[in-house]
């Protein structure tokens, strides 16, 4: 049995003689690792045959061989590995310790023992055949053995050259019976049989496959099942089975009974509690939804709370003087709206017109008009009296058809008015009695017509 | 060789997700109710504050109409020892929506009052002709009228005129 050697940098190597070791972070591991870029349990190594295998257990940072990340890869010597950031090399030892390589005339290069040890039989046989347990990737056969020729005697070989490459490979279809884990010989309902079985089975999982990897698996594992049972059974599909796959195993989860590695079936799919949370967690969308509720809980009761004080407030301010003063006085002048609207305190010029038939001279003129209070700024009511003037301040005579619009500017204070009033009364002077008035009195807000006199006079 | 039985398909949404969206249905409903009511009292609340405003203004604006449009009856009131005769009256009224104005010049039923010294009169008239059907309501008066005094051989002539409640607020008051 030989021995695998993992030389890391700068510490002695690694020395993994037994069939199975577990390398990791974890001192519980076979073989320790302590750097934090390795798992705790990050791969283990496997002898497979005379070779030796890297199984990744899922670890964070990767397993990787000659720089691809692998699941599960055979291992060969000179090899470069690497467990998450640690870089190691591959050194895989003979049995025969200090064997030496030598070219071989028909099958290359054979092992010799060094030091003249008698060499090995060449097997008598092929593998017995393909059982219905027969696992895909049956150990490589021995390789052939040849004496060596004197003249071909080659150099000690390197320490980490390729080992010698396996004298037999399974035919195709042994390959395809070991897929399906049927016979070779199977009959086309067996392998129907059989093919359909693990075919629903893998639609099932890819169906509730989780993510694009395992889709990408479970498909190629559903494809190379359906070349495998076309290539036993032919025109079972319509695949074209010219690319069968090779010899290298393919995985296929649980139910084919060609005792896969456990790794690689778990290459394949999740682990079995991947999709289901950890025990006493609800799964992250219940913590979604939970958190979501809680925070609607807190904002109905931030709503119902404010909207109490609200309506308190709400009730309180209806109740406030204030707004009951302004609600009755809004009814009391509910009643002069109208004559608000038609401008009762916007002054009107007055402009008199003779409709007369001889002319009229203005005796006395009183009027009415709103002004800004210079005091308050407020509207307030003011008269104009024509009383006050002195006798040459107005003089105003309308000749017949004649209109005159009324501005008073007289050396007395109170003698000054512009026209600009709410109402007005004029007395004119009769032509034919002046003792007599005749007096015109009426609104001048919004007004912009004449004030006729005189018709019928 | 071992078969394993068909994989039982699990509902894609655990349960406790479905409990969860269970309770946060009828949460989420309360929320929204919680919130269109407190949405409603503050709009309710700016509202009250804004009309409350635009009241108060209008309530200003109409105050000063309203007092300069009050009707009063016109009434004289003679407080001289002379004897005083309301020749002609003119005054405005209203009806709430229009002013009209009362001329008493235009009335042929109008007689000139008398009033002696310490008496008043109320300032008004009956009467079938159009526009002189008069019931003494007045916002702004105007009139002419005399003062007899015995000492003096001529008696004096007034022209008045002026908002009515603003002087001597129930009698127009001759003194």
Known sequence: MGTLRLHRHGAPPLEVSQDRVLVGRDPSCDMVIDDKSVSRRHAYFERRGPGWAVVDQGSANGTFVNGAQV?????????ELRLGMVPLRVEMESPMQGTVLMGGPALGTVMMPAG?????????????????????????????????????????????????????????????????????????????????????????????????HLKTTYQRNLDELQKAAEMLSPGFTTVDVADLPAAAPTVVPHEMDISLPEAVRMMGERPPD?????????????????????????????????????????????????????????????????????????????????????????????AVYSAKSPDTGKTVLTSFNSGFCGGNDLRVVISPGGEKAIDISGSDPRCKWDGQGLFYSVAFKDPKDPEKQLRLAGPLHNRTDCANFGEGW | MAKNPAPKKKFPVPISTLICLAVAAPVGWWTFNTYRKWATFRTIEVESDRKLAAQQKRN?????????????????????????????????????????????????DFKPIVLDPGSDSSVLLRSSQ??????????????????????????????????????DRDCYTFR
Not at chain 1, 71 to 77: H, I
């Open chain 1, 71 to 79: 699941m599960d890869a055979e291992l060969q010597d000179g090899q």
């Open chain 2, 60 to 108: 200003t604006e109409l105050s000063v109409v309203y007092d300069a449009v009050q009707l009063k009856k016109f009434t004289v009131c003679n407080k001289t020892p002379d004897v005083i005769t309301v020749n002609w009256v003119g005054a405005a009224f209203h009806d709430g929506k229009a002013v009209e104005v009362f001329n008493s010049d235009h009335c042929q």
């Open chain 1, 274 to 366: 991947a999709d289901q949370p950890k025990a006493g967690l609800p799964p992250a969308s219940a913590v979604a939804i939970g958190f979501i509720t809680m925070g609607m809980i807190a904002m109905t009761a931030y709503f119902g709370l404010s909207a109490g004080k609200q309506r308190k407030a709400l009730d309180k301010k209806l109740a406030d003087p204030a707004i009951v003063q302004a609600g009755n006085d809004a009814i009391k002048y509910k009643s002069i709206e109208a004559l608000e609207q038609a401008g009762a305190l916007v002054n009107g010029k007055l402009k008199l017109c003779n409709k007369g038939t001889q002319p009229f001279e203005v005796g006395w003129i009183g």
């Open chain 1, 116 to 212: 003249g040890m008698p060499p090995m039989p060449p097997p008598a046989s092929a593998p017995a055949g393909w059982g219905a347990h027969q696992p895909a990737y049956a150990a490589p056969a021995q390789p052939a053995y040849a004496p060596p020729p004197p003249q071909q005697y080659a150099p000690p070989a390197a320490p980490y050259a390729q080992p010698a490459a396996p004298a037999y490979a399974p035919s195709p279809q042994e390959e395809a019976a070991a897929l399906l884990g049927v016979h070779p010989q199977s009959t086309p309902e067996d392998v129907k049989a059989r093919y359909t079985e693990m075919a629903a089975d893998l639609e099932t999982k890819l169906a509730n496959a989780r993510t694009p």
């Open chain 2, 130 to 167: 159009p526009g002189c059907n008069w019931d003494g309501s007045v916002f702004y008066y105007a009139m002419r009228y005399t003062q007899e005094n015995e000492n003096e051989e001529r008696y004096r002539i007034y022209n008045m005129v002026g908002p009515y409640q603003g002087f």
